[in-house]
């Protein structure tokens, strides 16, 4: 029962100066869920791509229970019964359930459909849970549609079902629910691998767990037994500092912004928020907690001169911003870090400097009248890709170079050096590991000791908890409630987000 | 420097390509491509009429590439090149006619200043339907284009406007002090390939080094982002679309000044299209526009030679040309894909 499922031996992957992968091990077990943890850049994800046949490894052997397999392509990999899930989803919105599951493997006549609409709610049923094949995906949660993309693999046949940070978007409730699915999958004699960088939920969920650093693989653990210090330490090489451990008390100063009777729409035309009150002082964090899609985007948004109020007031130190373009909120002093780095943050296809001298256009050292001072933005630009710790760390590269993570630290290391008095912190460590967590924290801690307010937004509870000073729940975009991270627990504030409890 | 190697680095290769492939078929028919590529050559360079031909040839493709390739860089397809530099080649062969009194020194400027204007207009409404109402720039260029060609035809038209030199669908020639001639004398580089070359040079740093220029490209690159570190599309769109215009006019222009001296219907070959070909294969960059306008122009300089000599008929470039766009489209498109897919394994890597 618990023979190798799955076992890679001295995989090597080499690009153009840098070598993603060198020499890897890994072996999973049927019937087992083995988590894959490491820094930004450790090679997780070459190793992923690998498995599922996206990417041909340049050295190395794959085998699946016990036979040797090379694979051309994600079908080869598909067929060895290897199902991946991604970290973006692949189902189509306006398709129905069954729909995306047949999709891309038709059955040849229109009434084959029928029996799959069985076959998906009869596995469904087996793996605990209900879903309507005919409801259309747009409407399902974030959780429902991960269901479905697990439902569709299943179908396929994989017997090994690879997860690429299946958490990231989750909320506590449903990773639970998740890790409860993954669960009943290895029982029944499939293996589960999962990358996360929530070092938590890897001990709680998974059996073992290999840990990579720097493209190599360090070392397989039993995740009993283990704790998160163990791993950080594995991963990173040396001591580290675990964010839950790192803020302490700060005394806000006066009001930075005040948010009041705030309404706006969302991008479909639906009250997104509806009257909401806040107040952000110096030097403090204020966390909003919820549910994604709850009015968190369309606050920021609205906030940073990206989407007008319907009613209410945004007030910066005073100054009523009624009116104000993003421009002039920019120069007024507000830095907006989005929730998607790619899609509202850095533009891929420009240089690390000219994005970060994007965000810095108001800076007189950075230019001289309309020019840009080149030598100036280059130093700026080393300074603060130091400062974030990315690698690479040649401003002159291509965003699109970086790897995710470290997209993020630059986008994150551009809000910081901007001088800005208001901070709009959207989901700081998405896709960043410990090493690089403990470095965000360190500018919160430093910008709020300036006394810049800091107006953060996470569905990461543990990074919401240990941040914010005060928390605020939004729900259906109203604040449904105040909590103080040293009052409450995760499990309270998960509740409340929910809509349980008070 | 580097980066503009890189960029321009892929579709000299490919053309490269292309004329290899070419030489390929002209074995495939029995000529010997180096035969066909000496009467090219000698079409083009042999003598320095020749040679100020070629040379000249390259300035309207230098320019429309330029008004394509800035908006371009901007996220906008600017397809009215060939439409804004026909009103301008018209208001400055009307121009020209009417302060033809005027000293050399005053009129010159007046008649380019008189047709980068008019051709800002139809650009400009582009640019301003695009921002404010949201109507595609391709589908508003295009119909523009139309637009422009029936007024111009009207326009000239007009007995009472007089503006048609006699029967011909032309107007009368201009002043002999405002036509263009060499730069440097007996070296068949014009005044209007200098000015094409400069005007080149300051889009480059204009693009590159430049607080305007970083916000075009920002928009262009990713909207979304660009509009939350404050860029206003609303300008950049505007913008990019008058200066499209203008670069377009200076095609105009210098087909008046130097070429026919006078405004006449249908100069323009679809000098405004082929500057999307100049673009793409200058990799959108000002000065990969230069070198692009001037290969192409060797090419159709050569092509009347390389008929009378080696007795291939002068289409065969026109193929050619169509062979390297179809190479550096496919290599963008390849690019593109490559680049979406390095950016979802970026992930967590």
């Known amino acids: ?502 | 420097m580097k980066r503009l190697l890189r960029e321009v680095a892929a579709p000299v290769q490919l053309a490269l390509l292309a004329l290899g492939l070419a030489s390929l078929l002209l074995l495939l028919f029995g000529e010997s491509p180096y035969h066909v590529g000496k009467a090219l050559l000698r079409g083009a360079f042999a003598s320095r009429d020749d040679l100020a031909r070629t040379l000249a040839g390259a300035v309207p493709l230098i320019f429309t590439g330029l008004a394509v390739a800035i908006p371009f860089r901007a996220g906008l397809f600017n397809i009215g090149a060939e439409g804004q530099l026909i009103l301008a080649g018209f208001a400055a062969g009307v121009t020209a006619t009417v302060f033809a009194d005027l000293s050399p020194i005053a009129l010159m400027p007046l008649v380019m200043l008189i047709a980068m204007l008019v051709a800002m207009i139809p650009a400009g409404i582009a640019g301003w339907m695009r921002s404010r109402i949201g109507i595609h720039e391709v589908i508003a260029t295009i119909l523009l284009n139309f637009i422009i060609y029936s007024l111009v035809m009207w326009l000239l038209r007009v007995e009472s406007f007089g503006l048609m030199a006699g029967m011909e669908p032309k107007t009368a020639e201009i002043p002999l002090g405002i036509r263009l001639g060499e730069a440097i004398p007996g070296t068949g580089i014009g005044v209007a390939l200098v000015f094409a070359v400069l005007i080149a040079v300051v889009a480059e740093v204009v693009l590159f080094r430049t607080k305007p220029g970083l916000m075009l490209r920002a928009r262009g690159g990713n909207p979304r982002a660009a509009e939350s570190v404050g860029v206003r599309s609303g300008r950049v769109i505007l913008g990019s679309m008058l200066v499209g215009g203008a670069l377009a006019s200076f095609a105009g222009t210098q087909q008046v000044l130097e070429v026919h001296h006078s405004y006449i219907e249908g100069f323009s070959p679809g000098y405004g299209f082929t500057g999307i070909a100049v673009a793409l294969l200058g990799a959108n960059r000002p000065l990969g526009v230069v070198l692009a306008g001037l290969f192409f122009a060797v090419l159709r300089s050569g092509a009347f030679a390389m008929d009378a000599l080696a007795g291939i008929p002068r289409e065969a470039v026109g193929l050619l040309e169509v062979l390297i766009i179809l190479l550096v489209a496919s290599e963008l498109i390849r690019g593109s894909f490559r680049k979406a897919r390095a950016g979802t394994a970026g992930g967590v890597a």
């Open chain 1, 1 to 502: 029962m618990s023979g190798p499922a799955i076992e890679l031996e001295g995989i090597t992957k080499r690009y153009p100066g840098v070598i993603a992968n060198d020499h890897v091990d890994l072996a999973a077990r049927v019937g087992e869920i083995h988590a894959l943890v490491g820094e930004n850049g450790a090679g997780k994800t070459t190793l992923m791509r690998v498995l599922g046949g996206l990417t041909p490894p340049d050295e190395g052997t794959i085998r699946v229970r016990g036979r040797e397999v090379s694979f051309a392509s994600a079908a080869d990999a598909a067929a060895a019964g290897i199902g991946m899930v991604h970290q973006h989803f692949t189902l189509v919105p306006v398709f129905t359930v069954l729909e995306n599951v047949v999709l891309g493997d038709e059955p040849g006549f229109i009434g084959g459909l029928d029996g799959v609409r069985d076959r998906v709610v009869e596995l469904a049923g087996t793996l605990g849970f209900s879903i309507d094949p005919d409801r259309i995906v747009e409407t399902l949660t974030v959780g429902e549609r991960q269901k479905v993309e697990i439902l569709r693999t299943l179908l396929r046949g994989a017997r090994i079902l690879v997860l690429d940070e299946p958490t990231a978007v989750l909320t506590p409730q449903e990773s639970r629910d998740l890790f409860k699915l993954l669960r009943r999958l290895v029982k029944e004699g499939r293996t589960v691998l999962f990358i996360s960088h929530r070092l938590a939920e890897v001990l709680a969920a998974s059996d073992r767990i290999t840990v990579m650093r720097g493209g190599r693989s360090v070392t397989t653990i039993a995740a009993a037994g283990a704790t998160e210090g163990d791993l950080a330490r594995l991963m990173v090489g040396r001591e580290v500092l675990l964010p839950s451990a790192v803020r302490g008390g700060s005394e806000p100063g006066e009001p930075v912004l005040d948010v009041s009777g705030a309404r706006a729409l969302s991008d479909r035309g639906v009250p997104a928020l509806s009257g909401v009150d806040l107040t952000v002082r110096a030097g403090e964090v204020l966390g909003i907690g919820g549910v994604m899609g709850n009015g968190q985007t369309e606050l920021m948004e609205s906030i940073a001169g990206l989407r007008p109020l319907t009613a209410g007031a945004i007030v910066l130190e005073g100054a009523d911003l009624l009116g104000w373009d993003a421009a002039a909120r920019i120069r007024a002093g507000i830095s907006f870090v989005p929730e998607d780095r790619l899609d509202r943050g850095l533009v891929a296809t420009m240089s690390v400097e000219e994005n970060l001298a994007l965000g810095l256009m108001d800076d007189e050292r950075l230019f001289r009248g309309p020019f840009m001072r080149m030598c100036a933005l280059r130093q700026r630009a080393d300074a603060t890709l130091k400062r974030m710790d990315t690698r690479p760390s040649d401003p002159g590269l291509l965003v699109s170079t970086f790897s995710g993570g470290n997209q993020q630290k630059v986008l994150l290391g551009r809000a910081f050096d901007s001088g800005a008095r208001l901070i709009l912190l959207m989901e700081p460590s998405r896709g960043l590991d410990v090493g690089a967590m403990e470095i965000v924290f360190e500018q919160v801690r430093s910008a709020t000791a300036r006394g810049v307010g800091v107006l953060l937004v996470s569905s990461d509870l543990t990074e919401l908890m240990s941040l914010s000073d005060r928390i605020l729940v939004i729900r259906r975009g109203r604040i449904a409630g105040e909590v103080h991270p040293g009052e409450t627990t995760e499990e309270e504030l998960g509740l409340m987000m929910a809509g349980g409890g008070a």
